[in-house]
């Protein structure tokens, strides 16, 4: 065994003992479809400056997501029910009394000139007479003080954070930022209390949160007399604890709320999905990777078992860093594993492919030797797949918030997991075993001494893809208008997510089961409505808008279902993806499309990347449209599968731009429409083996997943269609067209390109 195989097994086999420790020690926490969680209701109310109607409690809601995803709750449910009642869904949240409390902190931070010492008689808390806007109130030490107006408001502040400082021993403190005009109104207001003399009460500056000052830290003496200090920030001291000036920070930056809120129920409730739904998810997730791992084995023999065998460490892998991570797992976010899985397999079937053309062309002269020429071609091809995907993932994470930005967390980590489970275990793996006498004596046992089936036609028949580039472009404009005009003419039918819908909760006797009413109303025409456990013996239905009849429809289904229940509230809701949320992931998304189209172009050309992302936009129109005319629902589900879409979709373009590109390098060969063609032919075997792969398990979780898979997995199955297909047949004729112009200004010829 060389040195750097060593290296590699050693680093695998530390990475799994890791994950295998954090495997079984730390606990994966379950999303609130999985598992359930804490239900608070909050409600608003109106103060003598501010009611609070219908538009306060939206900018309320707006506010609550910000403070949730600061508290680290990932993929929270926030939904207005009503004029003034908002409902938050916490998915394991240790202690829902704390989260109720940072909830409903009104969080006004406001910073006051010190006019002094407070004087006898005046009343603590109250405005002074006569001085509007004056006031007194204890510091932190419990000393009365009297206080100016407010010159700074948190509306002022750029930032907070918490943050420990050792080298002065001054422990946990919040740093705070000013922006626009709030710098110069901290040099304004330092500035005036520098010119105090030291010691003097008038010299400090007070910070209040909520009508309490927090700290009242007095000026340094270093600072001139109306100088101020002019780089707009501060620090917030006064003995934090580390949750303290955590959370603090997080209310400073999550913002005031427009009305104050209050808790009037706070309960838990069981999760969205069946216990049914999830085992029967569970077994078709993993009867899914067994046939993907026979079909590899199939293929590849000897070195698809050792890639099946990484499959399951990339599973280790990931599960130990969403745990360890602290990370919530959702249905929705298992679309970035399947996703991650599918590019795990990708690599694998990649690197394989290209030592069979390696040990076929005689250029390598042994398995091992094929192996790793294998390894170093495909690297790129593997890199910069990988790469766009995780850009997309962390644009996702950072601009987008909710069930998106869930989605970018597990991306994130599945792309990971699997890029070290192909390219460090599935090599360790594969390079021992091809070292070993008994491989070397029997090279086709390995699946790379033949040159397979979809290889050999080719090489047979040589067909010429690219004679007419047109007319694929021509093909897919046609499928492109008709699943357009499902648009038109149907229209997008938008989930109780983006539309909101009708809340009833009942009370009953006793605990009923969940699963047996959910399945009661989808066989009485509901399939969409989502039944809940809530305190014991109660049960939440929501549902998309119903009418009055409809209402005594699904209240009639329960009660059979149930036996007898009392209806204890009927509300209209708003939808859980609200406007901001949506705006932010249509921006998320946006920009992740340029980035991607920025790297590729660096990467690549700019005339490869723009051929990846017309396909891109030629796979998701695409998958749209056929939805519509289904009469499918749009909704956070099939969001997540559309991201995933995306990244299949780049991933095959990637793959075959990548070929183009060293084909191209190499010179004096056939043009540009030849070059494309012959890296269509080369790249046919991995895009079948990996669509085939991929195909197993989708079609597993679309028979066996129950209904809470069943759209997920068919979006997925047209978007691996749908993105295979026009990574050859509209990527690469766009490519051409984009070429040909760019070097002529005018298109060639159909048919003058392609050179047999």
């Known amino acids: 065994m060389n040195r750097s195989l060593r290296v590699r097994a050693l680093l695998a086999l530390a990475v799994l003992a890791l994950s295998l420790y954090v495997a079984a020690t730390v606990p994966v926490r379950l999303g609130l479809d999985l598992r359930g969680g804490t239900q608070i209701v909050l409600e608003t109310r109106s103060t003598p400056t501010a009611d609070a109607d219908s538009a306060a409690t939206d900018r309320t809601l707006e506010v609550l997501r910000g403070r949730i995803d600061a508290l680290g709750v990932a993929e929270p449910t926030l939904v207005r029910s009503g004029d003034h009642r908002i409902i938050v869904e916490l998915p394991g949240v240790q202690d829902p009394k704390k989260a109720a409390a940072v909830l409903g902190r009104t969080a006004q931070l406001t910073f006051h000139p010190v006019l002094g010492a407070a004087q006898d008689g005046d009343e603590m808390s109250r405005p002074l007479p006569k001085r509007p806007g004056q006031r007194v109130l204890p510091d932190e030490s419990g000393t009365p003080l009297r206080l100016g107006p407010a010159s700074l408001t948190g509306e ?219 390894f170093r071609n495909a690297f790129s091809a593997i890199a910069d797949s990988n790469i766009t995907t995780l850009i997309a993932a962390a644009l996702l994470f950072f601009l987008a918030s909710g069930p998106v930005r869930g ?212 796979d998701v129109v695409i998958l749209l449209g056929v939805f519509a005319w289904l009469g499918k629902p749009v909704d956070g589900v099939f969001l997540a599968a559309l991201l995933t879409v995306i990244g299949y979709s780049v991933n095959d373009s990637v793959v075959l731009f990548d070929r183009v590109r060293e084909l191209d390098r190499r010179g004096s060969g056939p043009p540009f429409s030849g070059v494309v063609n012959q890296a269509i032919l080369q790249t046919l075997p991995r895009t079948v083996n990996t669509g085939m792969g991929a195909a197993f398990m989708l079609t597993a979780l679309a028979v066996l997943g129950g209904s809470s898979l069943t759209d997920f997995a068919l979006a997925l199955l047209i978007g691996l269609a749908v993105g295979t297909y026009s990574s050859v047949f509209t990527a690469a004729p766009v490519a051409i067209g984009l070429h040909a112009r760019s070097r002529s200004g005018k298109p060639s010829p159909e048919g003058a390109a392609v050179t047999a």
């Not at 694929?472 to 046609?478: G, I, K, Q």
């Not at 399939?527 to 809940?532: E, H, I, S």
């Not at 808008?545 to 005594?552: C, D, F, G, K, Q």
């Open 156 to 374: 002022d502040v750029k930032e907070a954070a918490a943050r420990f400082d050792q080298q002065r021993g001054a422990g946990w403190h919040v740093t705070v930022g000013f922006e626009g005009a709030g710098r110069d109104g901290w040099a304004r207001l330092t500035g005036q209390a520098a010119c105090k003399a030291p010691g003097d009460a008038a010299r400090r500056v007070a910070i209040v949160l909520d009508d309490k000052v927090i700290s009242s830290p007095q000026v340094d003496p270093s600072i001139a007399c109306g100088t101020g200090i002019r780089d707009g920030a501060t620090r917030i001291t006064g003995s934090f604890s580390p949750e303290e000036a955590r959370e603090l920070s997080l209310l400073i930056n999550g913002g005031a709320l427009p009305v104050p809120v209050e808790t009037v129920e706070q309960r838990t409730v069981g999760p969205t999905l069946g216990a049914q739904a999830i085992t029967a998810s569970a077994w078709a997730a993993v009867i899914g990777t067994a046939l993907t791992s026979l079909f590899i084995i199939v293929v590849y023999r000897l070195l698809g078992a050792l890639a099946a065998l990484a499959l399951t460490c990339y599973g280790l892998v990931s599960y130990a860093a969403l745990a360890a991570l602290g990370a919530t797992l959702t249905l929705p976010g298992l679309a970035g594993f399947v996703l991650a899985i599918g590019m795990a397999v990708d690599a694998n079937v990649l690197v394989f492919e290209r030592a069979r053309e390696e040990y076929a062309a005689r250029r390598r002269p042994s398995i091992r030797s094929a192996l790793t020429a294998g």
């Open 407 to 618: 989605f970018g967390v597990t991306l994130g980590i599945g792309v990971l997991a699997s890029m070290f489970s192909a390219l460090v275990i599935s090599r360790v793996l594969a390079e021992f075993a091809a070292s070993r006498p008994g491989v070397r004596r029997r090279p086709r046992l390995t699946g790379i001494a033949t040159t397979g089936a979809v290889r050999e036609r080719l090489t047979r028949r040589n067909p010429l893809l690219m004679r007419r580039p047109r007319r694929w472009l021509a093909t897919s404009a046609a499928v492109l208008v008709l699943a357009g005009s499902g648009l038109a003419v149907r229209g997008v039918d938008l989930g109780v997510e983006f539309t909101g819908g009708r809340l009833i909760e009942y009370s009953t006797s006793s605990p009923v089961d969940p699963g047996r009413v959910r399945s009661a109303l989808a066989d009485a025409g509901f399939p969409r409505a989502v039944v809940q456990s809530s305190g014991g013996a109660g049960l939440t239905v929501r549902t998309d808008p119903l009418t009055h009849a409809e209402e005594r429809e699904v209240t009639g289904t329960l009660r059979e279902a149930a036996g007898p229940a009392d209806k204890v509230r009927d509300e209209l809701i708003g939808p859980s993806l609200g406007k901001e949320l949506r705006q932010g992931a249509l921006i998320a998304l946006a920009v992740a499309l340029g980035a991607q189209l920025v790297y590729l172009a660096a990467r690549f050309r700019w005339v490869l990347g723009s051929a990846a992302v017309v396909a891109l936009v030629h």
